[in-house]
């Protein structure tokens, strides 16, 4: 039998049909009709911007220098401010141990869990890529450290170095007892200043460079631990110290470490040249790894941007020494309220890179390989460029050049001179901080005259 229409219509229609009666009906209906007719032109109103009171805000030295160096089209120019690793030809250099732990990523199809299959893109945890952070700390502190045997290590992945710098100021401005004094070298790194000044902390500087003998002043040094007050925390550069180059000896650094235990510091290592500085990674470490055995309270921040030449996937780590194992996961439990509010969870990918080659034997070796590479070839630079100097008859002392060590070198250049090199096309930053790794085979003897032309008037006798 024919299903009569009431039957057949939705139990909800005539609900609904009766309360769009309703709605056209009420004030509501005739108020919102009202709102929205159409009055004439629209107005325009002239609202104040929030940011109209805001300036241009100044570029630091670096990325200073790297502008003044883009907006000259010369072919002649130079650069020798960024702190990226370039081959002898100038172009970027993919390491051959990274290239083949690509290869074993993507066919592997591992996930960050470690299960195989479709390869994914899942968050990470707080802390990061387990594979990648154990391996961070084995390369830090030795394998066969007995923090590591001793689970006394907390370690967390980074947002590469600058974001390990930047959770471990946070984390000492919230979870010390007291927030002492950041003590960092004169000069350091531009980032240094911002990165405590930001999370609360008086920054003051330590005696370090010496302008005299362009290397290392250690009475000044040492003298400026002896008179920073108990428990401060001095921020120290592991190796290749940016900007200078300068870098304590091993028996120096033993000479001062009875003075950071008797003044008990605080000693953060930023490590951003492990391996990269003297093609020893074993040798960079010496620092960091002696403290901490010998009871020192250390932090270590970890970059992989320069010794992987993983610069755009920004990967490293920080690691905390715990003074005994039971303090290990409170650290690490601080150290995730600090990650959580911050950016969640690090990215994967270059987690991945890393763990793949210290975790694959093979690829760990290649990789020796591979920053030993990188090392000569800014030792050779270094060297190239004061043989040519010499041979332009330079009667300036340059060995300095080749004393320093890492990524970049104090010249010794005055700021007139350095503005007379940009007027050769040549680029450095005006504190005269040069990026070694800009040298190459093709434009040092270019360099070496530029250098020569702007040095000579100033070193003739009178």
Same mark, same amino acid.
């Given at each position: 039998?024919?299903?009569?229409?009431?039957?057949?219509?939705?139990?909800?229609?005539?609900?609904?049909?009766?309360?769009?009666?309703?709605?056209?009906?009420?004030?509501?209906?005739?108020?919102?009709?009202?709102?929205?007719?159409?009055?004439?032109?629209?107005?325009?109103?002239? &609202?104040?911007?929030?940011?109209?009171?805001?300036?241009? !805000?100044?570029?630091?030295?670096?990325?200073?220098?790297?502008? !003044?160096?883009?907006?000259?089209?010369?072919?002649?120019? /130079?650069?020798?401010?960024?702190?990226?690793?370039?081959?002898?030809?100038?172009?970027?250099?993919?390491?051959?141990?990274?290239?083949?732990?690509? $290869?074993?990523?993507?066919?592997?199809?591992?996930?960050?869990?470690?299960?195989?299959?479709? &390869?994914?893109?899942?968050?990470?945890?707080?802390?990061?890529?387990?594979?990648?952070?154990?391996?961070?700390?084995?390369?830090?502190? *030795?394998?066969?450290?007995?923090?590591?045997?001793?689970?006394?290590?907390?370690?967390?992945?980074?947002?590469?170095?600058?974001?390990?710098?930047?959770?471990?100021?946070?984390?000492?401005?919230?979870?010390?007892?007291?927030?002492?004094?950041?003590?960092?070298? $004169?000069?350091?790194?531009? +980032?240094?200043?911002?990165?405590? =000044?930001?999370?609360?902390?008086?920054?003051?500087?330590?005696?370090?460079?010496?302008?005299?003998?362009? %290397?290392?002043?250690?009475?000044?040094? !040492?003298?400026?631990?002896?008179?920073?007050?108990?428990?401060?925390?001095?921020?120290?550069?592991?190796?290749?110290?940016?900007?200078?180059?300068?870098?304590?000896?091993?028996?120096?650094?033993?000479?001062?470490?009875?003075?950071?235990? =008797?003044?008990?510091?605080?000693?953060?290592?930023?490590?951003?040249?492990?391996?990269?500085?003297?093609?020893?990674?074993?040798?960079?470490?010496?620092?960091?790894?002696?403290?901490?055995?010998?009871?020192?309270? /250390?932090?270590?921040?970890?970059?992989?941007?320069? +010794?992987?030449?993983?610069?755009?996937?920004?990967?490293?780590?920080?690691?905390?020494?715990?003074?005994?194992?039971?303090?290990?996961?409170?650290?690490?439990?601080?150290?995730?309220? /600090?990650?959580?509010?911050?950016?969640?969870?690090?990215?994967?990918?270059?987690?991945?890179?890393?763990?793949?080659?210290?975790?694959?034997?093979?690829?760990?070796?290649?990789?020796?390989? $591979?920053?030993?590479?990188?090392?000569?070839?800014?030792?050779?630079?270094?060297?190239?460029?004061?043989?040519?100097? =010499?041979?332009?008859?330079?009667?300036?002392?340059?060995?300095?050049?080749?004393?320093?060590?890492?990524?970049?070198?104090?010249?010794?250049?005055?700021? $007139?001179?350095?503005? *007379? &090199?940009?007027?050769?096309?040549?680029?450095?930053?005006?504190?005269?901080?040069?990026?070694?790794? %800009?040298? +190459?085979?093709?434009?040092?003897?270019?360099?070496?005259?530029?250098?020569?032309?702007?040095?000579?008037?100033?070193?003739?006798?009178?």
């Amino acid at each position: 039998a024919p299903i009569p229409a009431s039957a057949s219509a939705s139990p909800l229609a005539s609900s609904v049909s009766h309360s769009a009666s309703a709605f056209r009906s009420s004030p509501l209906s005739r108020g919102t009709a009202s709102a929205f007719a159409p009055r004439g032109p629209t107005r325009h109103f002239a &609202l104040a911007s929030p940011w109209a009171h805001l300036e241009l !805000a100044p570029l630091d030295g670096n990325h200073a220098t790297a502008a !003044a160096f883009e907006a000259d089209p010369s072919p002649l120019k /130079v650069n020798l401010g960024r702190g990226v690793y370039k081959d002898d030809e100038g172009k970027s250099w993919v390491l051959p141990c990274v290239q083949e732990a690509e $290869d074993m990523i993507m066919h592997a199809k591992q996930n960050a869990d470690g299960s195989k299959g479709l &390869l994914g893109h899942e968050y990470l945890k707080f802390d990061g890529f387990k594979p990648f952070t154990k391996a961070s700390a084995a390369f830090a502190f *030795g394998a066969h450290s007995p923090l590591i045997r001793d689970d006394r290590i907390a370690t967390v992945q980074g947002v590469s170095g600058t974001g390990a710098l930047r959770v471990a100021a946070e984390f000492l401005s919230r979870f010390l007892s007291r927030r002492p004094a950041v003590f960092v070298s $004169d000069p350091t790194y531009v +980032n240094h200043y911002p990165i405590f =000044e930001n999370t609360g902390f008086e920054v003051r500087e330590y005696k370090y460079y010496d302008e005299a003998t362009r %290397g290392l002043n250690l009475d000044a040094f !040492a003298a400026s631990v002896g008179e920073a007050p108990r428990g401060s925390i001095f921020l120290l550069h592991a190796c290749a110290h940016n900007p200078t180059g300068v870098d304590p000896s091993h028996e120096q650094w033993e000479q001062l470490l009875p003075l950071f235990q =008797e003044k008990g510091h605080i000693c953060f290592f930023d490590t951003a040249y492990q391996g990269f500085a003297s093609g020893d990674p074993d040798h960079d470490a010496f620092a960091f790894r002696l403290f901490a055995e010998a009871g020192v309270p /250390v932090l270590v921040a970890q970059s992989y941007a320069k +010794n992987f030449g993983l610069y755009g996937q920004r990967i490293g780590a920080l690691n905390v020494v715990a003074a005994d194992p039971s303090e290990t996961p409170r650290i690490m439990s601080c150290l995730n309220q /600090v990650i959580r509010p911050m950016y969640s969870n690090p990215p994967l990918h270059g987690a991945r890179l890393v763990a793949t080659v210290f975790n694959t034997p093979e690829l760990a070796q290649q990789w020796r390989v $591979d920053v030993r590479t990188m090392a000569e070839r800014i030792i050779g630079a270094r060297a190239a460029l004061v043989s040519h100097l =010499e041979e332009l008859g330079s009667t300036r002392d340059w060995s300095h050049i080749t004393n320093q060590i890492g990524m970049f070198a104090y010249s010794g250049l005055a700021e $007139d001179e350095v503005r *007379g &090199l940009r007027d050769l096309h040549v680029y450095m930053n005006l504190d005269g901080r040069m990026s070694i790794s %800009g040298i +190459n085979s093709s434009n040092v003897r270019y360099l070496a005259q530029c250098m020569h032309e702007v040095t000579a008037v100033r070193d003739v006798p009178v």
